[in-house]
């Protein structure tokens, strides 16, 4: 909005002052050569001055060389305007304060790049083998456009006021009734917390559990963001083993049997795809009770299952109250919505929901209202249902499409979630080949991202979520190019330094 001229002021003034401004927007490149100046009665409405006023400034910039009247379209700024731009002031050289201990923490954070994205930009900016990335074109958008008109004609008074930080009630129900439906999981809607995706809720829970120093269990490999999460409140990161059956309960004792925390993926471990068995479930609740320490459960993509039933969740089993359970709506809807939850043990909601509060109130509750429409109305499952139709066969079709044209990749399909890990010939440099991939449109992520130590093996992790089935052999085709080249020295291509930036599946 352009501000008014004062009423007070002269019509000569007014006049004076509509070409100074027009005249100064010229100059400084705000009014660029070419561009067309508005229609003489809207300026005049927006600076609140006569038609008139507008006219004559109008015609005084085109006697002076700034402006060119074209009969029948319009007024535009000249090509080549009488005045030189007036010089800018020297912007000072400006120089950071230091940072404190905790601002430098956060700063030399590894960077958790949002779908896949991270060394160098994938070309064309598509998705395509983006791990953890869902199908844009599979949202349900009628059906959540259809909720939002519902929503805003009721105009609840929730809309118009501060957010619950605790998240809106509606929403907290019914995500109650779809655990107990769809995991199996008895929650009471006042111990849920809604959460901007589970990384909000990884990093609530370490700011609430851990002081700087205190030991927490990750996986290894493990999830890079959400070891951020916990590295981020100042914690000292344990990684323990993780294998085909998930995190190695008995390591992680031997390694730091005292620590305060551990964050598991108990369905579907990332990013080899391990999922914990009962015993080691029991063992790891066990070792919880005994330590006093808590438990993170990500299940942040269980509603995928390719093999085998799915897998209960850990906190069906606790009966101490060391579980936080975390979901996510990124997966099944869409990571841009920010939507996700956690299950808090009593004694900790209150405290919980206040760190939530101070961080930021809480989320659009828009966004809260329409999801609970959404689910009120039967939408949500068997838009899953589809989802997971489709992914099952898009994931079949990049695993024939790599058997056939791309036999130097052996892949490891884990047995749920939306990626896999291609394992790379030894040798093979991994950062050179997610370079090289992602040049050809292919936007793996490096496996050695995954690990807090020295990787087992070399590999990319690869999404089948966002690669149509058509897609499946394209894909795999541009990857044995790439393997190809690499096995070449000449053709290979130059590894890049990570600078700190890694290539992750976007859980959060």
């Known amino acids: 909005m352009v501000s008014k001229i004062p009423e007070e002021t002269s019509d000569q003034s007014r006049q004076q002052a509509v070409f100074d401004r027009l005249r100064l927007g010229i100059l400084a490149g705000t009014l660029p050569p070419g561009a067309r100046l508005p229609p003489s009665r809207h300026l005049a409405s927006e600076l609140g001055v006569a038609r008139q006023t507008v006219v004559l400034a109008y015609e005084r910039l085109a006697a002076e060389g700034y402006v060119r009247a074209r009969s029948g379209s319009g007024t535009f700024v000249a090509a ?40 160098v930009p994938v070309a064309g900016g598509g998705n395509l083998l983006a791990p953890g990335v869902p199908a844009q074109e599979l949202f349900p958008a009628a059906a959540w456009a259809g909720c939002t008109a519902r929503v805003l004609r009721a105009i609840p008074p929730d809309l118009t006021v501060y957010p619950d930080p605790q998240g809106l009630p509606d929403l907290r129900a ?19 917390v809604v959460t901007a995706g589970t990384q909000q809720a990884l990093r609530i829970a370490a700011d609430l559990l851990l002081d700087p120093g205190d030991a927490a269990w990750v996986e290894d490999p493990g999830y890079v963001a959400g070891r951020a999460a916990l590295r981020a409140a100042g914690a000292m ?17 031997r390694l730091a049997p ?56 850990l906190a069906t089993l606790d009966r101490a109250g060391r579980v936080i359970y975390c979901g996510t ?20 909601t209150a405290a919980f929901v206040r760190v939530r509060e101070v961080s930021d109130r809480g989320p659009a509750t828009l966004h809260q209202a329409v999801l609970a429409e959404l689910m009120r109305q039967g939408w949500l499952a068997p838009h899953v249902r589809r989802m ?23 892949p490891i399909a884990a047995p749920g979630g939306l990626h896999m890990v291609g394992r790379l010939p030894q040798g093979m440099d991994e950062i050179a080949v997610v370079n090289a991939c992602r ?25 089948f979520a966002a690669t149509p089935v058509a897609l499946a052999s394209d894909a795999a085709k541009r990857l044995a190019t790439v393997l190809r080249g690499a096995r070449n020295p000449v053709e290979r291509p130059s590894p890049v330094v990570l600078n700190k930036t890694v290539v992750v599946d976007d859980e959060f």
């Open 388 to 410: 997971r139709t489709e992914y099952a066969a898009r994931r079949a079709a990049l695993l024939a499409a790599l058997a056939s044209h791309c036999p130097a990749l052996v």
């Open 329 to 348: 709506f990124s997966k099944t809807l869409a990571p841009a919505l920010r939507l996700g939850f956690a299950v808090v043990p009593p004694p900790l």
């Open 439 to 463: 040049a050809r449109g292919l936007a793996v992520a490096p496996l050695a991202a995954y690990f807090t130590g020295v990787p087992r093996f070399a590999g990319v992790v690869m999404g």
């Open 174 to 192: 019914e995500i109650a009734a779809h655990l107990a439906a769809i995991r199996g999981l008895i929650a009471d809607p006042a111990h849920i």
């Open 237 to 253: 990161l344990v990684g323990v083993p993780s294998d085909a059956d998930g995190i190695d309960v008995a390591a992680g004792a």
């Open 80 to 119: 080549d305007p009488p005045d030189a731009a007036p010089p800018r002031a020297p912007v000072p050289h400006a120089t950071a304060g230091p940072l404190s201990h905790r601002g430098a923490a956060f700063a030399a954070l590894p960077v958790a790049a949002a779908h896949g994205a991270g060394i």
């Open 258 to 313: 005292e620590a305060r925390l551990a964050l598991v993926a108990p369905s579907h471990a990332t990013p080899l795809g391990g999922a914990l068995p009962v015993a080691r479930r029991l063992a790891l609740l066990d070792w919880a009770a005994r330590a006093g320490a808590w438990v993170l459960e990500d299940d942040c993509d269980s509603e995928f299952r390719w093999e085998g039933k799915p897998l209960p969740p």
